[in-house]
Structure formats: structure tokens, C-alpha cells
């Protein structure tokens, strides 16, 4: 099944670097869905929920909150996912470091 939007395959597992990749997977190495809830104007959702309807409850809970009074609380799937496996290092080489409070002289 795929993503009519992209084109992507839906739940086709990572090969050999799946198990490098730190997100919850089940035993085929599919990612497993989950669903995090966001109120607006706050900081980003911290919490993962497997099971959609615990998000909604969530959802529910904190927008009968009186600081969220008014507020949005968005429930948000996740799709997809990507992460840099491998992040080459750079080096390179400074000018010799010269203190300018040494002088050539008086």
C-alpha cells in the first residue's frame, strides 16, 4: 500500500540499519504507528501513545485544562520519519595561532 501524497510504500521495513534507528519497531522492523497530541502556543508533545484512542482522551483531558482554555489541541499520527544514519566530521586546519600581545619588538 502506498502514500497516495508521495508515492511511499507504507510499513516496508529499513533493512539491515533498521536496528540502528531508535524508534519503536515490531518484530517484522516496521515502525509501529503512534499518535502524539500538541496544544497550541506550548511547547512540542513529549509523550508517544500506541493506540489512538488513549491520544484523543489526552487530547480531551488537556483541553478542559483552564491555562488551555481557547487553545487548540491538535492529536497528531505519525507518517514517517527520517534520520541521518551517518554524519561525516569535518576537520580543518587553522593559521598557527599567533597572541598579539607578542610584538616583533618595542
Not at 13 to 32: C, F, V, W, Y
Not at 55 to 60: D, I, P
Not at 67 to 93: G, H, I, S, T
Request: with cysteine; hydrophobic share 30%; aromatic share 6%.
Amino acid at each position: 500500500m502506498t502514500d497516495p501524497k508521495t508515492g511511499l510504500p507504507y510499513g516496508q521495513p529499513l533493512g539491515a540499519d533498521a536496528s540502528r534507528l531508535k524508534t519503536r519497531r515490531n518484530k517484522e522492523g516496521i515502525m509501529d504507528r503512534f499518535w502524539m497530541v500538541h496544544v497550541e502556543g506550548t511547547g512540542g508533545p513529549k509523550h508517544h501513545h500506541s493506540i489512538e484512542k488513549l491520544a484523543n482522551e489526552e487530547a480531551e483531558r488537556l483541553s478542559r485544562q483552564e491555562v488551555n482554555r481557547y487553545k487548540k489541541v491538535f492529536v497528531m499520527e505519525c507518517k514517517r520519519f527520517c534520520q541521518a544514519l551517518e554524519v561525516p566530521v569535518v576537520w580543518d586546519v587553522l593559521e598557527e595561532h599567533r597572541d598579539p600581545t607578542e610584538g616583533s619588538g618595542p
